[in-house]
């Protein structure tokens, strides 16, 4: 497949290929394709960009991961397919932990995922091991399968492309969650502590920036930042329609 | 896979259930799957129900369909997988011909639309024979290509998830087309005579009810209707952050 860089969606395309080639690898599924594509719906109505609000969530975000007593990002399919270097570098940067973490739970699949970050560079990746496996109290064993080493000890974790049922587990059980999802009216930016309204290849670049620069967010309101996000929305569907 | 009656998102989840056994049988291709995510963010942000601007163009499509004198139903992968019984249900009322048209052509997977179709009960499907082959003027051979007997000499072509590019060189090409589309933004609704912002599922059985009625539509403006169907996102926006 050819996308020639002067396409005006060179970059959506470009993405939808890196998860394309994800399934071909074993670590997405069909139905992280389907994810994928509601994904690129809400990047267009955001205009493709990171938007203010989301960048002043990527400060706070960067914040938290430096004061973290222990940060883990949390990965899936998706993820590793789109950004695996991306991931690697910020869990250096703010010493975090990774994390697999996927929503239909397959050791072969979980696997392959460890195996490209520890490619890309990962010394470690947690939530492989059957005997490190514990369950977050308030979902089923196969939705609350974390590490004890990893999400379970956690104060602070990154989910990027994640459910709202999880992330509402992970807070309840006194997480911080930073959450990174295009849709600002889901169920998971609406739960998680932070909620970053970008696209992941572009949210984790931004936060290790703002991390190298041993960021400090200004005061931070994450309702006010969503309703921001919904705003940039409606503006940009009243420039698209003119 | 088991998803209960009474998930709120039920008919969502099993539609995209239906794309993906629609890759398993050889008739949608991965990226058919990205698109089906596409959509449903669209149809996420409708409400997941027919707005009455769609109904208004399912009146107008039916008494175009039923106006004909000879019209065509273009289908893919998708479609095929999410309602071909509604396809060759709506040819039959119409007394339309059904014709495959892949955006990536693929001889495998239109002869097995084809066979699905025929299952559902469609007396014939026109663009699988090299034959009858020829090009559209103005696109390259690959998307331009269309059966001679079917889009070749019809006047009037319904198309469903269908690309901007091919409904605009139909429209140049002297044809009326019907295009069902979620995104009201994209080219394709854009670029056709009537356009119906709704779901596939949905429009196709409303289409075959108002054709079954002997359709008479009212004053019908495609522009203005697209206009409708971008308040009603906007309008379903601000409900839904609030």
Redesign the interface.
């Known amino acids: 497949m050819e996308i020639p860089r002067s396409h005006p969606r060179y970059k959506s395309l470009m993405q939808?290929h890196l998860?394309?080639e994800g399934?071909e690898k074993g670590i997405v599924t069909?139905?992280g394709?389907?994810?994928?594509?509601?994904?690129?719906?809400?990047d267009?109505l955001l205009g493709e960009r990171t938007i203010e609000s989301a960048e002043k969530a990527e400060k706070k975000a960067a914040e938290m991961l430096l004061e973290a007593e222990g940060a883990v990002i949390s990965v899936n399919g998706n993820v590793t397919a789109l950004c695996a270097d991306a991931v690697v570098e910020l869990a250096k940067a703010v010493e975090a932990n990774i994390e697999v973490n996927l929503f239909y739970w397959s050791d072969d699949r979980a696997k392959r995922i460890g195996e490209v970050l520890k490619a890309k560079g990962a010394k470690e990746v947690f939530g492989l091991d059957e005997e490190s496996k514990e369950d977050i109290p308030g979902l089923d064993s196969a939705r609350g399968r974390v590490d004890k080493r990893g999400i379970g000890r956690a104060d602070v974790v990154l989910v990027a492309l994640e459910d709202g049922d999880r992330t509402e587990a992970l807070v309840k059980n006194g997480k911080k969650v930073i959450a990174i999802d295009l849709?600002?009216?889901s169920r998971t930016p609406r739960k998680a502590t932070v909620s970053i309204i970008d696209n992941v290849t572009r949210a984790l670049p931004n936060i290790i920036k703002f991390a190298k620069e041993g960021a400090v967010a200004d005061g931070f309101d994450n309702q006010e930042n969503l309703?921001e996000a919904?705003k940039e929305?409606?503006v940009r569907?009243?420039e698209?329609?003119h």
């Open positions: 939808r998860v394309e399934v069909p139905t394709l389907v994810a994928q594509g509601r994904g690129e719906c809400f267009y849709n600002p009216l309703k919904l929305i409606k569907l009243d698209l329609s």
